[in-house]
């Protein structure tokens, strides 16, 4: 099954409101009218409504969320509801980021019931898993993103399955300047698939989309892209850099 790259920008906690403008009227001229490849914009929560506002006169660029509350609404200060995030039409939720898991605690069944929340509220997770250094050296690759994936999935149809995408991250090549090469990518993108078959079926697994993300940047998006399994990048550091992130943009286009 022929599946459309998605190539999205993870800016973390950088970029204010002007910045963001600016990055969108630079970014937006670099890429034109090219709808090849999908393209997601995740900015900071306080930039959402500028950039919405600037995205909803482009036809090819999506706008995406960084995290959203697993609680529909109450007392949860400090947080963000999926139906805030669906007023100012965003249609992409980063869910399960290892700086997420890792420096706020969330564990696989935190992540289920923002998986869940996202598919009612009828946005699509951006849903990311992925080994430590440790777990890699220990050999355990496979066991950690077949657990982060069968917790993380369950509970969700298979239609629900498909609509989601995995974001396969390193967390050794997150920010660290070291990336998996594209043999170690493919690897664990045909596990991922292998497992989503097992989970939910042959016609999900072939229609579903695995990101790579981890220090993806110019010079290495088109030997990632290129390979079978891998449909898409979730881009950290490059994507603050208009100029950079459209190169990896064009790199998809290249692979489609």
């Not at 996202?118 to 950690?144: N, Q």
């Amino acid at each position: 099954m022929k599946r459309k790259k998605i190539i999205a920008a993870n800016w973390k906690m950088n970029k204010t409101t002007g910045e963001t403008v600016a990055f969108l009227e630079s970014f937006l001229r670099e890429i034109g009218d090219e709808d090849d490849v999908e393209v997601v914009i995740i900015p900071p929560f306080t930039a959402l409504q500028k950039a919405s506002d600037i995205l909803s006169r482009s036809t090819n660029v999506k706008l995406g969320a960084q995290n959203m509350s697993y609680a529909k609404s109450g007392a949860y200060t400090g947080e963000i509801s999926a139906e805030m995030l669906r007023d100012l039409f965003v249609r992409y939720v980063v869910l399960g980021h290892s700086e997420r898991r890792t420096l706020f605690g969330e564990t696989d069944e935190i992540i289920n019931q923002k998986l869940q929340l996202a598919h009612e509220a009828a946005l699509r997770p951006i849903f990311c898993i992925g080994e430590t250094l440790e777990e890699r050296d220990a050999g355990k690759v496979e066991e950690v993103l077949e657990r982060q994936l069968r917790r993380g999935l369950e509970g969700l149809d298979g239609k629900a399955i498909g609509d989601t995408v995995i974001a396969y991250e390193p967390v050794w090549a997150i920010g660290t300047g070291r990336t998996a090469t594209p043999e170690q990518a493919q690897e664990a993108h045909a596990f991922i698939r292998r497992t989503v078959e097992a989970i939910a079926g042959k016609t999900v697994s072939d229609k579903i989309r695995i990101q790579y993300g981890g220090s993806v940047k110019p010079e290495n998006a088109a030997s990632l892209l290129c390979q079978p399994d891998i449909d898409g990048a979730l881009v950290g550091g490059a994507s603050l850099d208009p100029r950079a992130f459209a190169e990896i943009v064009k790199a998809g286009l290249l692979k489609k």
